[in-house]
């Protein structure tokens, strides 16, 4: 089975400039996730999609960040400008249809590093 | 959710058992205990969940008292691959499986 897909694996840009995540969930899965994940910490999550509708996007900085999932299935991630707090590895996870009956785990993809100069 | 603390850092050596525990205080009746291990360079992969007791499959165990006010991961003799950051989360069981990663505990296995 194939995992998550994320692209690019790298990328650095000046302060004040655009980038875009995508992100390609696991097939089936209806729920995706992306995490921001700064050096020595935890991932903390940005936005979570239910197929197509946000679920939660409670700390997701809606001045420069924007996210979309078309069709319930890929995902794109936008900064728009970057500012250097930004560098972080930006992680994308998918799961099962997450309901209130049952916990589906998340599955990881292998992130892409931001380093904004 | 409930706020997750775990020791920041633990050491072990190879063929040794080792616990981590986590502190979950306000865990709420429809909470879940979940624990997720991360390598460098790579996205966390879920270890385990469980909701009281114990739990136990091909990798650890989770051991969850009455209280549920704590948990203690277990990873049987440890080996150097097993030197990763784990996760401890609080799960809940509704509004769509809600979660919050903390800053985990960073093990390290000597050999």
């Known amino acids: 089975e194939a995992g998550v897909a994320q692209s690019p694996r790298y990328k650095i840009i000046e302060k004040r400039q655009s980038v875009a995540f995508w992100c390609n969930p696991i097939?089936?899965?209806?729920?995706l996730y992306w995490y921001q994940q700064i050096l020595g910490q935890g991932p903390k999550l940005l936005i979570q999609?239910?197929?197509?509708?946000?679920?939660?996007d409670s700390q997701l900085p809606k001045d420069r960040f924007s996210a979309e999932r078309l069709k319930g299935v890929d995902s794109t991630l936008k900064i728009q400008p970057a500012k250097l707090e930004d560098s972080a590895v930006y992680l994308c996870?998918?799961?099962?249809?997450?309901?209130?009956?049952?916990?589906?785990?998340?599955?990881f993809g292998p992130g892409t590093r931001l380093t904004v100069l | 959710l409930a706020k997750t603390t775990q020791p920041i850092s633990m050491d072990s050596y190879e063929g040794q058992e080792v616990n981590i525990t986590c502190s979950h205080n306000?865990?709420?009746?429809?909470?879940?205990i979940t624990w997720y291990q991360q390598f460098p360079s790579q996205g966390p992969r879920f270890i385990i969940q469980?909701?009281?007791t114990k739990v136990t499959n091909e990798v650890a165990s989770l051991f969850i008292p009455a209280d549920r006010k704590s948990s203690t991961l277990s990873l049987p003799r440890v080996s150097l691959s097993d030197t990763a950051v784990y996760y401890c989360?609080?799960?809940?069981?509704?509004?769509?499986?809600?979660?919050?990663f903390g800053d985990g505990t960073t093990l390290t296995v000597k050999p």
């Open positions: 469980g909701y009281k």
């Open positions: 989360l609080v799960v809940r069981n509704t509004n769509a499986g809600k979660s919050t």
């Open positions: 999609f239910q197929n197509n509708g946000v679920v939660d």
């Open positions: 097939s089936g899965h209806a729920t």
């Open positions: 306000n865990i709420a009746t429809n909470d879940y």
């Open positions: 996870a998918s799961s099962l249809l997450a309901s209130g009956s049952s916990y589906n785990e998340q599955f």
